[in-house]
């Protein structure tokens, strides 16, 4: 048997896209979370109905971008719709999205807003945008991490920009918007420990409990022999690399700064810039 | 009937100490033009209203312009965290109050139905009802035992928007995403859009359900082409990485910034995009 090549990166964004199924929305703010929507929807998703832009362009065939998801939605010919099809498809529960916290905690609380006390922050972050939205609504919530430290991974995190498990769910949440699933650099992981805590559902190759272990600033509920993550299909893997012409998931994976400006630089010349619907406009 | 006017003369009737609510998305069609002729003019002790904030907010607090934010968001999204931003969050430089994108939207909603509040699900069991004392904790008046949030209306003093396409009576076409702005040109006591081109109102009756934001919402219109440079204007032009990254570097050293404001108060909307290469030069970097 041929062994099939693939990269850290390549190995994370497959078992993201393994986690998404069925008919919904998806929007993306990342590469990785873009490109996860992409796998799944090339392979065994395929009523999945993916946006260009977090906020728009159903019915496209989308890649990462630096700043063209509009425009892909656009040349696409892709339905048009509203911020408040967004959130209607929110509250409705026809929605998903793989969300990159700064921090997230042993009950799947996450924070994107501020690291440090919220009134005088160590650092300031963005904001919770919309993930208060996601996490009172959504019956499937999925986040990915890249770099598993304890400073990522924590007992409590900082601010609570997403509602995970706890007292305040149980009185105010129910099921909806509660943590379902973490992706790292290290492994898979639900929240379906005791008191629904993270545990530990496959370690990716190479990874071993205790680099899990020593990597998260909680404890993780470590099953006996974990599974290993399986690694790409070579399908997986030919649809993931053709949708990403700019290799945003290596920018994303290394932050390289000088990356970007090749890649902005690049972009242009993977549109079909004659397309009739956006010369139309011109 | 014409509404038109310019952009410097639209900043002129907005008061210092003015509520303000910008359309558009991190970097995608912000009104810059207006952010940075609000810079020009002197404007003090605003308060900003955004969904999703980023280089008009950033500009605005680091030119000292501001008294408080209303966000969902600020940031610059894949170039990273609003150096401005911040640093007056971190140093307490403005006030900040911290919303959510749909309660955003529901405070402009909540004004356009002439209601004092909407409630909402969004922010049960999150920090936010925490740290922001606009919100209430109501219970659901039918009995259900729901808990729910109710948001306050939000009635900015002004709207600005930027677009592709309007006509002189303030009709408004916006090609990519409509983000927020149908909604804030709505619940704004005034309304001032700026747009890419102005076009006679049959042309602009041809863009259909893309003329999202009618004239009876509109009290001025100005023609200001690359208006939301640096970021971006689909389909007529992407954001500019190289302005990014000259703000960046200027926002990283208090001299550098100076002369960034400098500049900013210098140029009128005809020479700033002149000192960008005027339109040629804009075109063949940003044109897709």
Known sequence: ???????????????????????????????FGQLAAVVAKHTHAPDLELLATPESGAGSDPWPSISLGQFQGLSQGAVPITMEDVFDAIFRDRFRIWINPAQIDR??????????????????????????EDSSHLSQMLFYILQHSPRTVVERVDFRSGAGWGPDRERHLGLAGAPTRLVTNLGVFDFDGPDHSLRLRSLHPGVTTAAVQEASGCPVVIPPDPPITPPPTPAELAVLRAHDPL???????????DGLRRRWQEERAHLPLDHPEVRRWR | MDKVLTVEAMVAKVPDGASIVFGGS?????????????????????TLIVNIGGPEVDLLLGAGAVKKVVYAFVGFEILGLAPHFRQARQRGLAQFEEWTEYT?????????KAVPFLPTRAGLGTDVLAVNPAFRRIADPFGSGQELVAVPALNPDFAFIHVNYAD????????????????AAKAARTTFVTC????????????????SIL?????????????????????????DLDAFTQYLEAAAEPERWAAYLDRVRQLSPEEYVDHWGGTAGLQARLRV
């Open chain 1, 107 to 132: 009950h799947g609380n996450v924070n994107i807003t501020a690291i440090g006390p919220w009134e005088r922050p160590k650092v300031a972050l963005v904001g919770s945008r919309g993930i208060p």
């Open chain 2, 104 to 112: 955003v939207i529901a405070g402009l909603d909540a004004t356009i």
């Open chain 2, 215 to 239: 004239r009876i919402w509109v009290d001025g219109v100005a023609e200001v082409p690359w208006g939301a440079h640096p970021t971006g204007c689909a389909p007529q032009y992407r954001f």
């Open chain 2, 196 to 211: 890419e081109k102005l076009v006679p109102p049959e042309v602009l009756r041809r863009f259909g359900r893309d003329a």
């Open chain 2, 168 to 183: 002189c009576a303030g009709n408004a076409a916006i090609l990519g995403d409509t983000h927020i702005d149908p909604l």
């Open chain 1, 247 to 257: 290799e945003l998931r290596r920018w994303e994976w290394a932050s390289e700064v």
């Open chain 1, 1 to 31: 048997m041929n062994a099939v090549d693939y990269t850290p990166d390549e190995l994370i964004i497959v078992a993201m896209a393994r986690e998404l199924g069925g008919e919904y929305l998806v929007s993306a703010v990342t590469p």
């Open chain 2, 26 to 46: 991190s970097l995608s069609r912000k009104p810059m033009a207006v952010a940075r002729e609000l810079v020009r003019q002197g404007r003090r002790d605003l």
